[in-house]
């Protein structure tokens, strides 16, 4: 059998926090799911980088003296991030507040 992937252990995750929606939200979830899914792979692969690479780095055009710039990995990790963001309130926002468990959706 094969290891399941990152990717596919995030869906299984999220799906598990937001299988309380109602059978319609939760079918309209799923592309969402997905896509945040996809999104916190790239931004832990990214994250990682940064931690190794930096932020920044020195960059150089022609006879230039070099200067720091923000990497664009960086870039790349701050709208990721502001994806899934946005996706994961999406999700919360689907989330019926007069249907809600007692002690609430865990999405931890």
């Given at each position: ?26 079918a309209l979830a799923q592309g ?39 990497r664009p990995a960086s870039r ?25 468990p007692a002690g609430g959706f865990?999405?931890?």
């Amino acid at each position: 059998m094969a290891k399941k992937s990152e990717e596919q252990l995030e869906i299984d995750r999220l799906t598990e926090i937001y299988k309380g929606l109602p059978p319609k939200q939760f079918a309209l979830a799923q592309g969402l799911i997905a896509e945040a899914a996809r999104l916190r792979v790239r931004c832990n692969a990214l994250w990682e980088d940064l931690q190794v690479k930096g932020e920044v780095e020195l960059f150089a055009q022609g006879d230039q003296e070099p200067y720091e710039r923000e990497r664009p990995a960086s870039r790349i990790y701050t709208a990721a991030n502001k994806s899934y963001q946005s996706i994961i309130k999406q999700l919360n926002d689907m989330i019926p507040k007069d249907e809600a468990p007692a002690g609430g959706f865990d999405v931890s």
